[in-house]
Each structure stands twice: as structure tokens, then as C-alpha cells.
């Protein structure tokens, strides 16, 4: 865009302060390396304070909710699993009931048992690279090498299970794709007892680093009611002290069979929904999330593992919003059908999106090397955000 | 409170602007409503004791081909219960009071509406593109819609 067009969308300056330095409208982005993506950010700085930041979407659009009109629900879903590319399982699971609610499809236990056992290891994956680029992000290059060491454990047992390293399509109407071997059952089990050991080790390197909370703590902070106005969801909106989890307070694909605990921000190195109770929920997510695989694990009963589905499957007319709790936050699919065997409308709400729409609100006079800790605190994937 | 009994409280309060209940056969129910009174209904929804919707998670906009329809689903965390409103606008100038000062978070969704569907939101502080180019033509989710061939120069040819 060109510079008029910069200064048509961003609306004028506040001028709060009376002793002004030159101020400057710059871009951060669309290829900032810590944007996670193709992100671009205008931002009006007066000297290293940032008065401003406005973000600028859409560079990864990729028309999913238009070609999911276009397509059979079976070949939409694939698409929904491309939206958030760390979260492959999560997105393809929230599809999958979204339609199996519509259309009344049951899944058998042992599908819903495999759905949460890959769902909370791409949870684990997608922790651990948010771990490690947030790390990247504020100048520490060690712990992005140490995330993707295990995370590499947990894609190659997703790759056993799906055939995918990245986007796995694993869960599908009515089902999952491939069932669990004794080989498969036996690295998860390895996977979580080496993610527990190096847990410790995570912490001794990132979380209680001086220099890393320094940069985090009492930084962007996002007050509880900030939070749900903005609509937050997911670790953001725990870090801020909301005690919700939709895998406990709208549980789905038997959640609440599991025990686990649902971890809020404390403000232990500084204020409740600082950028560093943000990291943290998702450093014990991961525990919470070993938790889980291993209860799934032990409990996994036999059985089929996908439901016979018509091939040309006509959904009733009516329409459905099914939520579910991804990586990021509350993804849900509202699916409008009137009878064909495609659907009228889909439309995704995604976490990513939803959290990116409050940077302009916290990140007002702030340091500009704080922008960069907030918004990967946030943990946005570019790819969900444009859809 | 599930959907009737909120139903049956926004008649009383806002009588027939409230469109008569109707029970679906499958999936989800929904709140349907004059669209001059959803900002006041909304306002309501957040404000009331026994409501409370502190959360609006999603606005969706459909093309009905006769006409545009604006879903807004809200959650209350602290009641923790759900409801979905519906509004019916006219397709060839689709016009509706902006939430955003209810729920600032309505103010991506709402531009991302505007932007795929063309529904215009009044009292919005920024309605703007947000997805595609400010310069772009049409509004793609619409049924209607023909993608273009050429953009700037680009063809897809």
C-alpha cells in the first residue's frame, strides 16, 4: 500500500505530551521476523515510544470460508485444517463436530479417544514453538533449539498416525483417519516421559530468566476486563485471571472424562496478564497436556475408529456453532446448511484474529522493543488470522 | 437461562421487535429481531442482572440471496450460558447499528463482514477493508459475486 493509503487508515495521532520528539509512522512488517507470519504493522513512534500500532491483515488470505461453500463437507475440511498451521488437529477436530452435531453422526469411543490424544500432542507441538519463538523473538536463540528437539518427538508420532509432519488431516467426519498401534502407543508413552524430564530444564533456561522477565513482566498487560470485551480466548484470556476452558466448561469428544487443571496467570513475576503470565499458561498447558494423552492412553477402549459416513453427505437443514479449544483460543465453525451437499455458509471464528484485534489497545505508548513482546505473547499463526 | 426463557424476557421488554420463537429441528435456535432494536436488545443483553453477555464471540454475515442475514453469538462467563441473535437486512443496502461500542471486539468482525458481505455498520469507528485491498471491487462471499480477472494489472489467465 502506498503512503497515502497509510495515513487514510491509521487515524491521527494522540498528543498527549506537550514535549514532542519528530514523530514517525513506520512499518514493521510484512516481513518482520517476529511476526510470525506475514503480518504488517503500522506504527506512530515519537522517538522509542510506540503512541500507536495498527495492524494490517489479510496478506495470507486464501478464501477458506469462500471455497468451503463450494465444496462437499468432506473436501472442505482438509482447508479448515490449513487455517492454523500449528494446530492442524485442533482446527480439523472443531470441523469434524461442527458437521457430525448437524448431521446427528456419531463417533465411536475409541475415535474420541484418539481425537484428544493427537489434538493435545499438536497442543504440545504448538506450545513449544511458541515457547521457542517467543524466546527468538526477544533475543534468546538457545530455547527455540531445545523446543523443536521435542516437538520433533511429537510430530514424528503424529507423522506414525497420519502419514503428515505439518498438516495432518487426521480427524474426520465421523472419526479419525488411521488407528493407534502398539509402536505408536509405546513413543507416546517415551514422548511424555522425556517432556516431563526437560520440562525443568525449560524453566532453568526462559521462564526464570532475568533478563527474559525483565522484558515480560508487568509488560502488555490485559486486565480481566479488557480481556473479555476484546474477546480473548484460549491462554491469553487465562493469563488475564479467567478461569475458562471450553475442555472443561463446554466439553467435547469425552474432555470430561479427563482430569486435568486449568491453568490461570497469577501475576507472579509482576501483574496479573502481563506478557509473562501469558507465556507461563502455556508452560503449564503442556504439563496439563501430558496429563491428558496419558489418562486417553490408559483408557482407550477398542473399537471402530470412523463411523460410515454417506458419501455424498447431505446435512438437515438448520445451522450449528460448535466451539472448541485450540492451541490459540475458542475456534469454532458456525455451518449454515439448507439440505445440499454443500454448505450455505461457514464461518470460522478464529482465536488468532480475535486476539490481534486488541494489539492497538495495548500496545499504546510503549516502548517499540515492547511491541515485539507483546505480540508474541499473544501467539498469533498469520495463517488463521486471514483464513 | 437457555434461549426460550431469554426469549420470553426480551419480548416482554421489547414486544415486537422480537419476532415470535421458533423451534429448529436440528442444531442450534436463534433470537430474531427487528434490526432497529439490536443495539438497545444488546445493550440490554450485557447490562441486565439475569443476562449478562460479556462476550460476543462471533458476528457472521450469510447471503440468503433474497436477503442478508447478521448472526451475533454471545457467551456470558459469568452466567455461563449462550445465546445467537439474528437480523434480516435488505439485501440491496444492508444497513445495522455497530456493536463496538457494546463489544469492542466486534469491531474486526464487523469490518470483516463489511468487507465479504458488504453489510454496513452504522457508528463504527473504523469501517474499513480488512481482509482484501482497500481499492478492491465487490463483496466475495456474497452469492452473486463474480471473482474478477484482472487486479492492478495481475491476471489469472
Known amino acids: 500500500m502506498s503512503e497515502a493509503n497509510v495515513t487514510e487508515t491509521a487515524p491521527p495521532a494522540s498528543r498527549r505530551d506537550s514535549l514532542r520528539t519528530e514523530e514517525m ?29 495498527w495492524p494490517q491483515i489479510g496478506f495470507l488470505h486464501r478464501c477458506f470460508e469462500k471455497i468451503a461453500e463450494s465444496l462437499p463437507y468432506a473436501q472442505a475440511l ?15 477436530l472443531a470441523f469434524c463436530l461442527g458437521v457430525e452435531k448437524l448431521g446427528a453422526i456419531e463417533v465411536s469411543e475409541r475415535a474420541a479417544h484418539l481425537r484428544v490424544i493427537a489434538a493435545e500432542l499438536n497442543r504440545i507441538a504448538s506450545h513449544l514453538i511458541a515457547f521457542g519463538t517467543y524466546a527468538l523473538d526477544l533475543g534468546a536463540f538457545t530455547p527455540f533449539i531445545y523446543g523443536f528437539r521435542e516437538r520433533e518427538m511429537a510430530v514424528s508420532i503424529l507423522e506414525k498416525l497420519s502419514g503428515g509432519r505439518l498438516l495432518y488431516h487426521y480427524p474426520r467426519i465421523g472419526g479419525v483417519a488411521n488407528d493407534l498401534t502398539p509402536e505408536i502407543a509405546s513413543d507416546i508413552r517415551a514422548f511424555l516421559v522425556q517432556m516431563r524430564k526437560v520440562w525443568p530444564e525449560y524453566n532453568a533456561l526462559l521462564s526464570d530468566n532475568q533478563i527474559f522477565v525483565k522484558r515480560t513482566a508487568n509488560v502488555g498487560v490485559v486486565t480481566r476486563e479488557q480481556a473479555i470485551a476484546w474477546g480473548f480466548t484460549g491462554p491469553c484470556l487465562r493469563a488475564s485471571g479467567v478461569r475458562f476452558d471450553l475442555r472443561k466448561d463446554q466439553p467435547y469428544s469425552l474432555y470430561e472424562r479427563f482430569a486435568f487443571d486449568v491453568p490461570i496467570g497469577e501475576g507472579t513475576k509482576g501483574t496479573t496478564g502481563d506478557c509473562w503470565d501469558r507465556y507461563w499458561v502455556r508452560m503449564v498447558e503442556i504439563l496439563e497436556s501430558c496429563r491428558i494423552v496419558e489418562q486417553a492412553l490408559d483408557g482407550i477402549p ?46 470460522s ?11 492497538n489497545e495495548i500496545c499504546r505508548d510503549v516502548l517499540l522493543a515492547d511491541v515485539v513482546a507483546i505480540l508474541g505473547s499473544i501467539d498469533i499463526v498469520l495463517g488463521e488470522v486471514d483464513r | 437461562m437457555n434461549p426460550r426463557e431469554i426469549h420470553t424476557l426480551l419480548k416482554e421488554r421489547f414486544g415486537e421487535a422480537v419476532r415470535d420463537w421458533t423451534e429448529p429441528e436440528v442444531g442450534d435456535s436463534s433470537l430474531d429481531l427487528d434490526s432497529g432494536s439490536l443495539h438497545d436488545v444488546c445493550v440490554l443483553l450485557r447490562d441486565d442482572s439475569a443476562l449478562r453477555f460479556d462476550f460476543l464471540r462471533l458476528v457472521s454475515a450469510v447471503d440468503r440471496t433474497d436477503r442478508i442475514e447478521c448472526v451475533y453469538h454471545l457467551w456470558s462467563y459469568e452466567l455461563a450460558h449462550s445465546a445467537a441473535l439474528r437480523v434480516e437486512l435488505d439485501r440491496s443496502d444492508p444497513r445495522v447499528a455497530s456493536l463496538s461500542d457494546v463489544w469492542p471486539t466486534a469491531e474486526w468482525h464487523e469490518r470483516e463482514a463489511y468487507d465479504m458481505m458488504g453489510v454496513v455498520f452504522e457508528n463504527h469507528p473504523h469501517l474499513h477493508r480488512i481482509l482484501l485491498p482497500e481499492d478492491w471491487e465487490g463483496y466475495p462471499l456474497r452469492k452473486d459475486y463474480v471473482a474478477p480477472r484482472e487486479y492492478n494489472g495481475l491476471t489469472n489467465e
Open chain 1, 25 to 53: 509512522l513506520l512499518n514493521m512488517g510484512p516481513q518482520h521476523p517476529s511476526t510470525h507470519g506475514v503480518l504488517r504493522l503500522v506504527v506512530r513512534t515519537d522517538g522509542e515510544m510506540v503512541r500507536e500500532s
Open chain 1, 78 to 92: 482438509p482447508y479448515a485444517d490449513r487455517m492454523d498451521y500449528l494446530g492442524s488437529v485442533n482446527n480439523g
Open chain 1, 349 to 359: 471464528r478464529g482465536p488468532s484474529f480475535c486476539n490481534l484485534s486488541i494489539v
Open chain 1, 302 to 347: 477398542e473399537g471402530p475408529v470412523l463411523t460410515k459416513v454417506p458419501r455424498v453427505l447431505k446435512l438437515p437443514k438448520g445451522e450449528v456453532y460448535v466451539p472448541c479449544e485450540n492451541p490459540r483460543g475458542e475456534l469454532g465453525f458456525y455451518i449454515v446448511s439448507d439440505g445440499d451437499p454443500k454448505a450455505l455458509r461457514i464461518k
